[in-house]
């Protein structure tokens, strides 16, 4: 037995070292990460290695110090490009830029242009436990912390040890040096200069002096890239790790505890980001424990990490039960507050009121605190989009995000519309994992790019970053008619998946009716006896005999009432309010016409109807992903087209039973038949309504499982 494991041992290095050129492993980059530890050195490094021309010139050039950091130039005259900026990071970004130009296939001869970042912090969020597991990861663990052994204890159904999670045992140890490096060489190549290496459900432990050296390690190979470190820190550690009996922040000792713990990450990592925090929520300790408001407690750390230019992320992530309404819940606790924050404290907020669902309002917190920063937090790891199973790509939903706090929030969160504000950033809860392709499968990586990508440059469109990411990552150095036609066959079916999620999923604004806890697959049907009300599915449909949909109007929860007056008028009434978002905003009679758009059709018939043919079309569409792939056959590297057509195939039947037991279970209220060119379940609703995955909100489910079930 003992010989056959060390074969197997044996085997699986050999696999792991012999993995192909274009298998995903090397994300969107060409070559090797420099063995060079110094920016300017990796910036000559990467041009020397792949610029095919003369050589780059790399110009430090004080002047630009006006623009952003990371601002820079490039000029190209007589086939000599010339890349300038104020810093060497600028200079390192400038080069990825020349590279991915070239790469691209865009022409380069004679150009001149300058090129600045939208937001100043672009930053990753990763929410990996201490030891190894990622909540809502589907890409393996953490390639942050205890990445060789599962550390983890498991109940009989397989749950973890809540216990392990949050208090791992064995010393930390920092997985592999090249791994890292690797990260931080992706990250600059598109731009991203921040991330937070642990979950925002954060150990106490993190902060403790031997976690806090592993952490400079990391940060060390960082640096080089430009990549800043951040951490997500529990406010209750002066009690937990301190030994104080109180973690209220206008406590003197409390205080002081923070003020020692700061400068002693400092010393450790002098140019450390900051703290990210999640308070009273879900939870988590915060300042409300102890009688005060989220100000206070984030100011007394702003305190803290002021004297060495730190910040603190505060995230708006919160849901206490006392409005009947989640929707509401984070501009009532914090549109109050406005103007109380310190200059280094930044509101993270997620870009809808509930919890990155495939569609969501924006969050009117946005543009409602006009003294205080605001950041927006997107998902990248697709917690509510199929996990690593299905194909999403993402830039649509967040480009449609982006246009509307830039055009109805009128928020001031990037550098175009709040020049003279040096602290603008954007976050994104990050995908990657120890798995081969990094992020669970191929596809997954043009998330964290896309991210990358409008993080620097937010007016940038879903479908120029597709076609970018699609060349670089899936066609290196491909430039012939096969190439082209695959690619637009790729970017087809990336263009069109964010939509079909929707609707096969939650079309109309409909919204959370995931599975209870992993939140895989429906369950609209989903009744966990005693459980909070906003955690189940029914809370937000509001199914009845009458019609479906959560009347946020003014004459329901009023949340409309939170958004910019003209805004609030158009949600407010039923016939104005964008189809796409009528479920979310009213309650609405199922025989009740609703004029929509379902694909290219534009329609006029009842809200039933009109539901059942948004589950068929995104059915429809799922087909129409499965087709665009496969019509890729021969153009891609093996391997990830048979992995990805795997996963089509488990996306379409998901579709299926998505559109199943969302129908079904709400034809149980309308009492209506299917309209004649919607086809009939292939599902039987009682037994859908048996299916339990059994998973943790640590995993993927596995194609054999769900066979099994559905
Ligand atoms: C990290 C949702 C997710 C949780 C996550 C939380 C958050 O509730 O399901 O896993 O916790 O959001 O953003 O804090």
Redesign the pocket.
């Known amino acids: 037995m003992k010989k056959h494991l060390t074969i197997l041992a044996v085997l699986s290095l050999l696999f792991v070292g012999t993995v192909s050129a274009h298998d995903g492993s090397q994300l969107w980059l060409q070559g090797s990460a420099p063995s060079v530890t110094s920016t300017l050195e990796i910036a000559n490094a990467e041009l020397n290695q792949s610029w095919k021309g003369a050589a780059p010139v790399l110009k430090l050039n004080k002047s630009m110090k006006a623009l952003p950091d990371g601002s820079f130039s490039i000029t190209i005259q007589a086939g000599t490009p010339v890349i300038q900026s104020a810093s060497e990071v600028g200079l390192l970004y400038g080069s990825y830029h020349l590279l991915r130009l070239q790469q691209t296939g865009a022409n380069v001869t004679d150009t001149a242009f300058v090129e600045r970042p939208s937001y100043n912090i672009r930053i990753l969020n990763h929410?990996d436990n201490l030891n190894g597991t990622i909540?809502?990861g589907y890409a393996g663990r953490s390639i942050f912390w205890r990445n060789s052994a599962d550390q983890m204890r498991r109940n009989a159904d397989g749950e973890v040890n809540e216990e392990d999670l949050l208090h791992p045992k064995d010393a930390p140890e920092i997985p592999s040096v090249d791994r890292l490096r690797d990260y931080a060489r992706a990250n600059a190549s598109i731009g991203i200069n921040a991330y937070v290496p642990d979950?925002?459900?954060a150990s106490p432990k993190v902060l403790t002096t031997e976690y806090l050296l592993e952490v400079k390690k990391m940060a060390d190979i960082m640096r080089p890239y430009g990549m800043k470190t951040y951490l997500a820190i529990n406010f209750a550690s002066p009690m937990v790790i301190g030994g104080l009996d109180t973690a209220d922040p206008l406590d003197k000792n409390v205080q002081k505890w923070w003020t020692a713990k700061v400068k002693e990450i400092y010393k450790l990592i002098p140019d450390f980001g900051g703290f990210l925090v999640?308070a009273n929520?879900?939870g988590q300790p915060g300042p409300n424990d102890f009688g005060r408001t989220h100000a206070e407690g984030a100011n007394m750390l702003a305190k803290a990490l002021k004297p060495f230019g730190g910040i603190v992320m505060w995230r708006a992530?919160v849901y206490s039960p006392s409005d009947p309404d989640r929707a509401k819940q984070a501009y009532l606790e914090f549109q109050p507050l406005d103007g109380q924050f310190l200059d280094n404290v930044i509101i993270q907020i997620k870009n809808g009121p509930i919890?990155f669902q495939p569609r969501e309002a924006y969050s009117a917190l946005f543009g409602a605190m006009p003294k205080t920063r605001e950041m927006a937090e997107w998902q990248i790891t697709q917690?509510y989009l199929g996990h690593s199973n299905h194909i999403a790509y993402l830039a649509p939903m967040w480009t449609e995000f982006i246009q509307q706090i830039k055009e109805i929030a009128h928020c001031p969160i990037n550098n175009a519309l709040s020049p003279a504000r040096s602290l603008t950033a954007i976050s994104a809860v990050s995908n990657v994992g120890n798995s081969p392709s990094w992020c669970g499968n191929v596809m997954a990586q043009s998330n964290w790019y896309a991210f990358g990508r409008l993080a620097w440059n937010d007016e940038l469109s879903a479908c120029q970053i597709a076609d970018e990411w699609a060349r670089l990552t899936l066609f290196p150095d491909r430039d012939d008619a096969a190439t082209t036609k695959a690619l637009a066959n790729v970017k087809c079916l990336m263009l069109r998946s964010r939509e079909a999620i929707v609707d096969y999923m939650m079309p109309l604004g409909l919204h959370h009716q995931f599975a209870w806890g992993h939140?895989y697959g429906p369950e609209p049907y989903c009744d966990i006896p005693g459980a909070r009300p906003d955690w189940m599915p029914s809370y937000y449909a509001k199914a009845d005999a009458e019609g479906l949909g959560f009347n946020r109007s003014s004459t329901g929860s009023n949340a409309t009432g939170q958004y910019p007056t003209d805004y609030a008028k158009v949600l407010d009434n039923p016939e104005t309010c964008p189809y796409d978002l009528l479920l979310w905003f009213h309650h609405v009679p199922w025989g009740k016409t609703i004029q929509h758009r379902c694909g290219d059709r534009v329609a006029r018939e009842s809200l039933w109807n009109a539901l059942c043919h948004h589950y068929q079309h995104g059915l429809d569409e799922a087909r129409a992903m499965q087709r665009d792939w496969d019509r890729c056959q021969g153009q891609i590297d093996a391997d990830v087209f048979a992995d990805i057509q795997r996963r089509l195939r488990i996306q379409t039947r998901d579709a299926q039973w998505w559109k199943d037991g969302c129908l079904l279970y709400f034809q149980t209220f309308s009492g209506l038949p299917f309209p004649d060119d919607v086809e009939s379940a292939v599902h039987d609703l009682d037994k859908l309504r048996a299916i339990k995955l059994g998973i943790t909100?640590y995993e993927c489910p596995s194609e054999e499982l769900l066979d099994s079930v559905r």
Do not use: I, Q, T
């Open positions: 929410w909540e809502r979950n925002v459900n999640k929520s879900e992530f919890d917690e939140h909100n």
